[in-house]
């Protein structure tokens, strides 16, 4: 199991969000979540991306409990093994295009969180990849409001993919996207875990997308149910 979490529990003062939730995931599965608003599907994204500590409850990721790493060591592993794709894209305005996608191989390399390390000039090839398999060919220089909404996730999937994470972690990707731009993006998902062996995780309303998943888990009063 690549995921493995267990009786997870978080609180936001007396707001029992998640309340003992446990599930795994397989390496290459793509998951769904659904849930209405509200139900904890950021908080769970949040907490098995190693961002936001749960009160109680275990989770392994690739074999490894998380949250018994110090900070430097779960932020290096954070770099490495995990992707994220936001509703919003989280673009840096001030970069473009392929400068978004480099950072987190550049914030890798100096932070020394990679066992090996690439040149500058590497992680901008393997990022020139990266946009010509997402379609993003000739968009290199743009900065994120010169590009349109797909374009921009897009973007941001391949900034989620720099570093060859073994999991992906997207909340809501298309929420905010026409529905063949969507249908496109969520193409890419499963052509991505085919060529990348990712393990994705996807938070969703769209019904149509939670089909196509592997699996769907429905969160519902803080369980899977
Ligand atoms: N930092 C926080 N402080 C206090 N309460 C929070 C915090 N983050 C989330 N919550 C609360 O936790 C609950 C779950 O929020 P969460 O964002 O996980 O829901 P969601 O399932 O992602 O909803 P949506 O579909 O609207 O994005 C909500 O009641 C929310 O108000
Ligand atoms: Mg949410």
Not at 71 to 77: D, V
Not at 204 to 221: F, G, N, P, Q
């Amino acid at each position: 199991m690549i995921i493995s979490c267990d009786n997870i529990t978080k609180a936001f003062g007396t707001n029992k969000v998640l309340k003992g939730l446990s599930f795994t995931a397989k390496e290459r599965e793509v998951l769904s979540i659904v849930g209405a608003s509200g139900a904890g599907k950021t908080t769970l994204l949040q907490i098995l991306g190693t961002i936001l500590v749960p009160d109680s409850g275990k989770i392994y990721i690739d074999g490894v409990d998380v949250f018994s790493l110090n900070q430097r060591s779960l932020s290096s592993f954070r770099n490495q093994k995990i992707g994220f794709v936001f509703q919003f894209h989280h673009l840096l305005p001030e970069f473009t295009a392929i400068e978004n996608i480099m950072l987190p191989a550049l914030i890798g390399k100096y932070e020394k969180a990679s066992v090996t390390y690439l040149s500058d000039k590497q992680i901008r090839s393997n990022a020139e990849v990266l946009l010509a398999e997402l379609g993003l060919w000739g968009k290199a220089d743009s900065r994120p409001s010169q590009l349109s909404g797909g374009e921009q996730q897009r973007v941001a999937i391949a900034r989620a993919m720099i570093n060859n994470p073994k999991i992906i972690f997207a909340d809501e990707p298309s929420g905010n996207l026409d529905s063949k731009t969507k249908q496109d993006l969520h193409d890419l998902f499963f052509k991505m875990r085919d060529s990348h062996n990712q393990t994705i995780i996807i938070v969703t309303h769209d019904e149509s997308l939670a089909k196509r998943c592997d699996r769907c888990l429905v969160l519902k009063d803080g369980v899977f149910v």
